[in-house]
């Protein structure tokens, strides 16, 4: 399995999977434009995407999914409650690329799992996605982690886990009260601090994989550091006795650039995600 980071942050989200037969985007959120400019930066070509699987209606994930489903014919993935909330965002969608999200399902190559996650959207989901050797799973945009979310991280040899603010810089920051508050409640974002936490619980019950993949994702402009959520997550994990580079690969994924392209299953070097960026 190949897997890029298009984007990830508050000003857009957006990862692509493939196999030798199948090729999908987790959300697309920023403009058409920018999305098929993103993806021809590193070789991509947009008509070979088979589906967008969408994780909520949140514009910062759907923003250029309507115009990509039109432009290419390609069907959309998401839940009942998310395309209803999405309706006007995306635009008229041909009702045969009108896809719903199911627990448990076969897309070409890949085998998909959706979860629920704790978020301020109408019916948002996480996935979980195979090819029958590795798996690849994203949680982002989560307010806590509850039981069934750690289950389906278990095991993971690639994952995008949120690492969304500092706490202190955001209570030192210009955000109102109110925002605040929402970020930090059950339905917002995880901080540095609680996915320094969680890391090493799951690290400890991977049973699968000897070096996962941990990609530091959704992290906030203004209230984030991408040395900030590096250190306080290695920190953490380095303390529970795991070493860098030994026991997992650990990175910030980028924000305002595609990275390269990398491959899951021979854990090649992530070329264009750095520790800082």
């Not at 514009?59 to 395309?83: E, F």
Request: proline share 3%; glycine share 8%.
């Amino acid at each position: 399995m190949k897997m890029a980071v298009l984007a990830s942050g508050s000003s857009g989200n957006s990862i692509y999977l493939s196999t030798k037969n199948t090729a999908i985007l987790i959300d697309a959120g920023l403009s058409g434009k920018e999305m098929e400019r993103r993806m021809e930066s590193i070789e991509l070509n947009p008509e070979d995407i088979s589906a967008i699987l969408v994780t909520h209606e949140h514009g910062d994930h759907i923003k250029g999914a309507g115009v990509l489903s039109r432009r290419y014919n390609i069907p959309i993935y998401a839940s009942a409650g998310t395309w209803k909330a999405a309706n006007k965002k995306l635009g008229k969608i041909d009702e045969n690329l009108v896809r719903r999200t199911e627990e448990h399902w076969q897309l070409g190559d890949f085998e998909i799992k959706s979860f629920s996650i704790p978020h301020d959207a109408a019916e948002p989901v996480g996935y979980v996605v195979g090819d029958g050797e590795v798996n690849f799973g994203l949680a982002t945009d989560i307010g806590y982690i509850t039981d069934e979310l750690y289950d389906h991280l278990k095991d993971l040899d690639c994952m995008l886990l949120e690492a969304n603010h500092d706490i202190d810089l955001l209570r030192e920051g210009s955000y109102p009260g109110m925002l605040k508050r929402r970020i930090r409640g059950n339905e917002g974002h995880l901080s540095n601090d609680e996915t320094a936490e969680l890391l090493p619980e799951l690290l400890k019950t991977n049973k699968k994989s000897s070096c996962p993949v941990i990609l530091l994702s959704h992290l906030s402009a203004e209230n984030n550091r991408p040395e900030l959520a590096y250190l306080t997550v290695k920190n953490s994990v380095c303390s529970a006795g795991y070493k860098i580079g030994k026991d997992l690969i650990l990175k910030c994924a980028p924000r305002d650039e595609a990275s390269e392209i990398f491959n899951i299953d021979t854990a090649e070097i992530i070329k264009g995600v750095t520790d800082s960026a």
